[in-house]
């Protein structure tokens, strides 16, 4: 059609987005998609799949050693990420931007865990994000052996 503006859809982040889903399904089962948990552990995959497929032997076995802590994975992707963004679509580059964003920034959190002194939790994106996507990978390894 002529005169239509070309959609520039986030194809490749829609598909980390939906093999990290996939991964979480198989792990836990049937669980909320809406729950700050769910969201963090599926950012923190779909980014350790971008960063982590851009080698050719990349599995599951080789993403666990990145995810015993937060510190490491933020390392580990941290040190790829502004490479792969050049090669991304725009739509892509927005969306891998967002959840690095939303997973690296301060939030206020009223829930068990201990707070720092004004009541933030220093990147608890990533820290919950980190622990749960660890917990994902090893229960599925561990059915999968």
Not at 10 to 33: K, T, Y
Not at 102 to 128: E, H, Y
């Amino acid at each position: 059609m002529t005169g239509t503006p070309d959609l520039d859809i986030p194809v490749l982040w829609f598909s980390l987005e939906n093999r990290a889903d996939a991964l979480i399904h198989a792990a836990h089962g049937r669980v909320s998609n809406a729950t700050f948990h769910y969201r963090a552990a599926r950012d923190v995959l779909a980014l350790s799949f971008l960063v982590g497929n851009q080698t050719p032997d990349f599995h599951l076995k080789a993403l666990a050693p990145y995810l015993t802590d937060s510190s490491r994975w933020l390392n580990w992707c941290s040190s790829h990420l502004a490479r792969i963004l050049s090669e991304l679509s725009a739509a892509d580059h927005k969306l891998v931007r967002n959840a690095w964003r939303w997973l690296t920034r301060d939030r206020l959190l009223i829930d068990s865990m201990p707070l720092c002194p004004n009541g933030f939790a220093a990147a608890k994106g990533c820290q919950v994000g980190v622990e749960e996507a660890r917990q994902v990978v090893d229960e599925v390894i561990a059915r999968d052996q």
